[in-house]
């Protein structure tokens, strides 16, 4: 929050509520656990059971200074996709929780993100309304053990569940490990700034999001 859109709201008596938000959700598939804070530093404690999505929810916490916590149980003897799928929904179902009104916030959010050969543009809108284009190729259909399919999974069913227009774009890069750490970078820092509160007011001529 910048310091101007906390003296407004103090001026005007209005009390910031603390954006944290929970969910558990347990299914025959999957037992997960999801806290957030969007007010917070970019703390993380991730345990998902898949190396690769913990380091991909790392940076997004790390770049977008929403604190997460992720505990999470799934049938990964069948694949990650069922623990991919639900850890977005969690994400998702948190950051409307989180995000309450929305009175003050930036709204959109959008980041131009290298890795070495790679680049990732996102942008975001947090308008309640959900959409996700997602133009990615990647080079290998695993990294390391992990399917590529499972990354746009997990992005849309955030963006569904989150209730945000999500546009991710990578124009070129040949490592799948860049690519991806550069879209998850992206996300983050998009993120940093569409829920940063700059104002009082709901950001829309609708006057709800």
Do not use: W
Request: with cysteine; net charge negative; glycine share 8%.
């Amino acid at each position: 929050m910048t310091k101007n859109a906390l003296f407004e709201m103090k001026k005007k008596g209005i009390v910031m509520a603390d954006r944290i938000a929970k969910v558990h959700r347990q299914t025959k598939e999957t037992d997960i656990s999801l806290e957030l804070n969007l007010d917070g530093e970019g703390k993380y404690e991730i345990d998902t059971g898949v190396g690769f999505l913990d380091h991909m929810l790392t940076h997004l916490s790390k770049h977008s200074k929403i604190d997460l916590a992720v505990k999470a149980a799934g049938d990964l003897e069948v694949d990650a996709h069922h623990t991919v799928e639900d850890i977005a929904i969690c994400l998702g179902e948190c950051l409307v929780k989180a995000l309450g009104d929305k009175k003050g916030i930036a709204r959109y959010g959008h980041s131009s993100v290298p890795m070495e050969d790679a680049l990732a543009n996102v942008s975001v809108d947090l308008s309640g309304r959900s959409a996700c284009v997602y133009n990615v190729e990647y080079r290998t259909e695993r990294i390391g053990d992990f399917d590529v399919e499972c990354i746009e999974e997990l992005l849309r069913s955030f963006s569904n569940n989150g209730k945000f227009n999500l546009h991710i774009n990578v124009p070129y890069g040949t490592n799948s490990h860049h690519i991806a750490e550069a879209v998850f970078k992206g996300l983050g820092k998009s993120l940093a700034t569409a829920v940063n509160v700059v104002g009082t007011d709901v950001p829309s001529t609708k006057g709800v999001l």
